[in-house]
């Protein structure tokens, strides 16, 4: 059976663990979703692929298994990545307060709920920065805009089209100074982590069910060096900011904007409360707002097993 592994341009553990060459130390050969053929890498959204582990945004994955897909959850993540409402400088907003009125970038929907992401990742953004003063997304008048592009809505909002944009991470950071545009509301600088709910935060860790049940010791192992990458990661930033810079195809200016100097202390996955309370925040959201057909019972999809005896191998 092949193992294959599909990844988002963002900081994970398990990433850095494929970089190190510690998967296939552990797993042998490993396929990358992202370079396999069409036919293979649909699979990133639907996660039909036996041998397949997924650590990347919440959307695809809660959407997946809205939609019946056997997957389960294996450990979640959080990374405080840049995210932020960026306006055009002579605009005169300043803050939240600013964005009641404002015509938001809203990307259209995709082929499928799963990926609609980009759509999802703007409205709940909108909705963190409006909580800052009191708003909601009633007082802002959304715009669809294209979904396409590395960041849709920046050129819209260039152009003059709307008013803000919500965007996050690296490359948007460096595509932000690119354009010279202004930042309205940091949702990190907000110390309520639940204003900063959105498709990476929480970040999950998913497997097929069929995996996990016949061969539970290849899912531990990549468990295991995903810990093993997070230790390694504490005490190495500089060797963590060059990976990440390839991985997000940005600048290390965008990487030292995007995230804060203590965030490779943090890359371990767990399963604490308090992370599946915050991805049930996300789940309500997406539903309310038909990103799924269907609930998702957290409890039913998480398998904490794994994980667990993962920590017990490294000593955690």
Not at 131 to 144: E, P, Q, Y
Not at 163 to 176: C, H, M, P
């Amino acid at each position: 059976m092949k193992i294959w592994y599909t990844r988002c341009p963002v900081p994970t553990a398990s990433g850095l663990a494929y970089n190190l060459g510690w998967l296939e130390q552990e797993l042998g050969d490993v396929g990358v979703l992202q370079d396999a053929p069409p036919e293979i890498a649909r699979h990133h959204f639907d996660h039909d692929l036996l041998g397949l582990f997924r650590e990347g945004g919440n959307v695809p994955a809660l959407a997946a298994r809205s939609e019946g897909a056997r997957t389960r959850l294996i450990g979640l993540t959080w990374i405080e990545e840049w995210q932020s409402i960026l306006v055009r400088p002579d605009s005169g907003i300043r803050d939240a307060a600013g964005l009641r009125g404002a015509r938001f970038a809203l990307p259209g929907w995709a082929a499928s709920r799963a990926e609609s992401f980009p759509r999802a990742m703007a409205l709940h953004g909108a909705k963190g920065a409006l909580s800052h003063a009191g708003l909601t997304l009633d007082d802002v008048r959304f715009v669809d805009v294209p979904s396409d592009g590395w960041w849709p809505g920046l050129e819209a909002l260039r152009r003059g089209e709307v008013d803000a944009v919500y965007v996050k991470g690296a490359r948007a950071a460096e595509q932000a100074a690119q354009l010279g545009l202004a930042v309205a509301v940091d949702l990190d600088a907000h110390p309520d982590p639940r204003t900063r709910v959105n498709n990476g935060t929480p970040r999950p860790i998913t497997v097929h069910e069929d995996l996990l049940a016949e061969r539970p010791e290849v899912v531990i192992g990549f468990l295991v060096q995903t810990l093993r990458a997070a230790e390694w990661a504490a005490s190495s930033l500089d060797e963590v900011r060059a990976i990440l810079g390839r991985e997000t195809r940005s600048g290390s200016d965008g990487v030292v904007t995007a995230y804060r100097n203590d965030f490779h202390t943090a890359l371990h996955p767990d399963l604490s409360g308090e992370r599946l309370d915050l991805l049930r925040v996300q789940k309500d959201f997406l539903r309310l707002h038909g990103f799924l057909a269907s609930d998702v019972d957290l409890g039913a999809w998480l398998a904490p097993e794994p994980l667990a005896e993962a920590r017990k191998k490294v000593g955690l």
